[in-house]
């Protein structure tokens, strides 16, 4: 068969939820190669995604308002492939990526001949279903046996680059309440870092259990590292003021001990998360290890280390 008459082609090819992705994971999910590729023969079909190739032309459709200029850096890699098999994988992994902006509904990805172009010439096309800007979304929680009613309000990709800022108001039936503002900015600068900021206040009324309600206001900012196969690391920075006060007549804790203090602190998250769904997993691994240090600044110092694990193993069975 001629070398010219190929073409692939890539569609809903998927991860699940949060699930860490390889190369090698990647061309079993697309169904495009075996997990490991056979010694290619003359009558094997699989030998043809060993053809060269040439990316010489980029299609882009469905992109109202997300910048082009995004879209080809994540095919950036894609674009130098040398044959199909190449194409064909780096293609499956930037459509993961596109998805994990969270700004798509669906991302599809298709390869053909350029009939312009030279011997092994070949075009690709990417298809794109944007999500809406705007999601709204409201709950209600109970919590230290107080009623809460809470309201969600997102909005993403307004200026055409991912970007995405959310606010979070949540308003209890005694006296607490909290509101949350935050925003994020992924390829921050064209590199594979996550920018985030956010302001926030919250009340808690804790009379009924510790007899004292407790207020905080703040800002966080940080940068974290897109997920990968091998985990995401974010740094942040926290600054917060915190005003205890005490119900007249306490016997539970000594009133000398409310007033105001200032938090300063630094935290390092590492994250790893194989897991097919992050509510009710069924299959996969999570190892999250959170270090917060107090003290740069402000008058609240400690050092705090947090270690989270959960694993679920879809085949295991009760006996």
């Avoid at 697309?30 to 053809?51: F, K, S």
């Avoid at 929680?141 to 997102?154: A, D």
């Avoid at 309440?177 to 992924?186: D, I, T, W």
């Avoid at 400690?302 to 085949?315: E, G, H, P, S």
Wanted: hydrophobic fraction near 35%.
């Amino acid at each position: 068969m001629d070398s010219c008459s190929l073409a692939i082609e890539i569609r809903d090819v998927r991860a699940p939820s949060h699930a860490s992705l390889t190369r090698k994971t990647i061309r079993a999910m697309a169904g495009i190669l075996p997990r490991e590729p056979p010694v290619p023969t003359d009558n094997d079909p699989i030998a043809l995604l060993r053809v060269p190739c040439n990316v010489t032309k980029v299609a882009v459709a469905g992109n109202r308002r997300t910048k082009r200029a995004l879209i080809e850096a994540e095919l950036s890699s894609s674009l130098r492939s040398k044959n199909h098999e190449e194409l064909a994988v780096e293609l499956a992994l930037a459509s993961q990526r596109l998805e994990d902006l969270d700004i798509f509904k669906k991302v599809a990805c298709e390869v053909d001949i350029d009939p312009e172009g030279e011997k092994d010439a070949v075009m690709v096309s990417v298809k794109l279903q944007e999500k809406g800007t705007h999601t709204l979304s409201t709950g209600t929680y109970m919590q230290g046996g107080e009623g809460n009613v809470e309201v969600s309000w997102t909005m993403r990709n307004m200026l055409g680059n991912a970007e995405k800022v959310q606010s979070n108001l949540s308003v209890g039936h005694k006296t607490s309440n909290s509101f949350r503002l935050e925003g994020s900015q992924p390829l921050f600068f064209g590199s594979s870092v996550k920018m985030n900021g956010s302001i926030f206040q919250s009340v808690a009324n804790l009379v009924k259990h510790s007899s004292f309600t407790e207020r905080q206001r703040g800002i966080s900012f940080g940068l974290a590292s897109i997920p990968d196969g091998d985990g995401e690391h974010e740094i942040s920075y926290e600054g917060a003021w915190r005003t205890v006060k005490f119900e007249k007549g306490s016997l539970v804790c000594d009133p000398s001990e409310g007033g105001d203090s200032f938090k300063s602190s630094i935290r390092h998250v590492f994250n790893h998360d194989t897991r097919d769904d992050t509510r009710v997993p069924s299959s996969g691994f999570l190892f999250r290890s959170t270090a917060e240090l107090a003290g740069i600044g402000g008058d609240v110092k400690f050092l705090k280390n947090v270690v989270d694990v959960q694993a679920r193993d879809r085949d295991y069975k009760m006996r």
